[in-house]
T-cell receptor, first 113, second 110 residues
């Protein structure tokens, strides 16, 4: 079946630094990828829709300058959390629009100290 | 904006008991998907329902899509400890975006 990977799986960083998370579709091409955020014991909240070769579409309330998204190829989208702060600590999950449905990556747990 | 609510938030059952989670959307959906997320894991796709009134079964799991395409349910017959996790419904809008429900966390005691 369709596989989506994320890297890194866990990252701890200092406040003020930037962190890049990669989302790759391994065996299919994805014109559209999605980035979600999940707080502990909460649901997934869509942050943005990433379209290959064009600008991402951000959901209401998500700062585009804070969460930079680049979808440079049909198999890779990146999310960069800029100038991270402790409140950015969360579980970030990507998904890729695949053959039948969206396929989710394993997630990246970000902890900002 | 669109909201998708699930009840109950949490349920603790004894192994062998049945379990049902209900999903309600504030707007009509083009289709609905169900996911299971184990503790520490990511959502795993279970099924997609498209037609009004559709019922699908996967072994002990029965999924139903309401006639008005605004609600759905997942029923597990004779739960097992392997059913532990959080079950999310996700409504698909006209823009192919997923709006996740609030989730129901299931705990099964042996």
């Amino acid at each position: 079946g369709a596989v989506v990977s994320q890297h890194p799986s866990r990252v701890i960083c200092k406040s003020g630094t930037s962190v890049k998370i990669e989302c790759r579709s391994l065996d299919f091409q994805a014109t559209t990828m999605f980035w979600y955020r999940q707080f502990p014991k909460k649901s997934l909240m869509l942050m943005a829709t990433s379209n290959e070769g064009s600008k991402a579409t951000y959901e209401q309330g998500v700062e585009k300058d804070k969460f930079l998204i680049n979808h440079a190829s049909l198999t890779l989208s990146t999310l960069t959390v800029t100038s991270a702060h402790p409140e950015d600590s969360s579980f970030y999950i990507c998904s890729a629009d695949g053959p039948d449905t969206q396929y989710f990556g394993p997630g990246t747990r970000l902890t900002v100290l | 904006g669109q909201q998708v609510m699930q009840i109950p938030q949490y349920q603790h059952v004894q192994e062998g008991e049945d379990f049902t989670t209900y999903c309600n959307s504030s707007t009509t959906l083009s289709n609905i998907q169900w996911y299971k997320q184990r503790p520490g894991g990511h959502p795993v796709f279970l099924i997609q329902l498209v037609k009004s009134g559709e019922v699908k079964k996967q072994k002990r799991l029965t999924f139903q899509f309401g006639e008005a395409k605004k609600n759905s349910s997942l029923h597990i017959t004779a739960t097992q400890t392997t059913d532990v996790g959080t079950y999310f419904c996700a409504g698909v809008t006209g823009f192919q975006k997923l709006v996740f429900g609030t989730g129901t966390r299931l705990l099964v005691s042996p």
